[in-house]
């Protein structure tokens, strides 16, 4: 049996993901129903290793992983010799001999790349320099509420094209069928082998990738528009080099005026944290298409699904 990982958004067929997301819509309607890591004999135990902060993700695979029956061990990889002088695979070769699966929040992706390699247990990526599948994994299941779907909906992502969450947006929504528009700025290119691996999985899914300049021809008509911060974690602290960027960004800023062009019942996305009045305005982060909300909600049964579905046959090759 080979184990598993979910290292970027395209290692789950179209038809895995939307399995995944199914099983996090029954989870969520009852949240305390499922017990899959309380074992025959005692609690399995999943190892979260953090190199970057988090609220989220630390928050809800260990609430989540509580919920399942298991137990989170919640690592701060500075805390350890993750990384420094013991090589990455074998750390994840000792912690697969611990714990049940392991999830990774990182810069590099050759970081997790290294962890998955060395590992015995399911790997996934709480977030990295390249990808954030697990996010996806709950803005998709937010789509699926707020508008029925993802089949065929407009997916519209502004502001910073070059980050991992416009990565994941691309082969996240086009594994489920989405038209995915991406616009940005000169000089914010997402990495161009993601594009063409995008457009590959869209061919069979009936999705489709433009990247666009213009915010308005990029929100027009879209049925989900999302953003994220303009500076991600390990680009802070370069003052000058923020600034520039908030310059050549302000105009995907998502705003009430923006908004207009898109459907009536558009569905508004951020990953969290925001910058209020930079990517996107409290009036549209608190206003009546904010999905905001149920989009960090929906991290929980998202991830505890996806830790279920790795776990079990479902996950098996
Ligand atoms: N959206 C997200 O991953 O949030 P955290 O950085 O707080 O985990
Ligand atoms: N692009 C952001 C996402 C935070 C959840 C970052 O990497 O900091």
Redesign the pocket.
């Known amino acids: 049996m080979t184990v598993r990982h979910l290292l970027r958004d395209d290692d789950l067929s179209p038809a895995e993901q939307a399995a995944v997301l199914d099983l996090a819509a029954t989870m969520k309607r009852d949240r305390f129903g499922h017990r899959p890591l309380a074992g025959p004999s005692g609690p399995r135990s999943v190892a979260l290793l953090f190199d ?9 695979f260990e609430v989540g992983v509580a919920e399942l029956g298991g137990h989170p061990l919640v690592i701060d990889s500075r805390s350890t010799h993750f990384g420094r002088g013991e090589t990455l695979g074998d750390a994840a070769r000792v912690l697969s001999r611990y714990v049940a699966a392991i999830v990774l ?1 990182t810069f590099g992706d050759d970081r997790l790349a290294e962890v998955a390699a060395g590992a015995t247990v399911p790997v996934m990526n ?2 990295t320099d390249g990808f ?1 599948p ?2 996806l994994l709950a803005d998709l299941l937010t789509v699926r509420e707020w508008c029925g779907g993802t089949a065929s909906r407009t997916l519209a992502y502004l502001g910073d094209t070059t980050n991992n969450m416009a990565h994941s947006y691309l082969l996240a929504g086009v594994t489920a069928g989405m038209a995915v528009r991406v616009a940005g700025p000169d000089g914010f290119a997402p990495d161009p082998a993601v594009v063409t691996r995008a457009g590959e999985i869209a061919a069979g899914t009936g999705g489709s990738v433009r990247l666009l300049r213009d915010p308005v021809e990029a929100v027009t008509g879209a049925d989900v528009v999302a953003t994220d911060a303009w500076t991600s ?1 390990g680009q802070e602290g370069q003052e000058g080099q923020e600034r520039d960027r908030g310059a050549a960004l302000s105009a995907y800023q998502v705003n009430e005026k923006l908004l207009a062009y898109a459907a009536p019942q558009v569905a508004v996305l951020h ?3 925001a910058h209020r009045g930079e990517e996107i305005t409290d009036q549209v982060l608190d206003g009546p298409h904010s999905a905001v909300f149920d989009q ?1 909600e929906n ?1 929980l049964p998202a991830q505890k699904a996806l830790l279920t579905w790795l776990l079990s046959t479902g996950g098996a090759r």
């Open positions: 970057k902060p988090s609220l989220r993700t630390r928050v809800s929040r709480g977030l954030h697990c996010q974690m990953c969290l944290p960090a991290r």
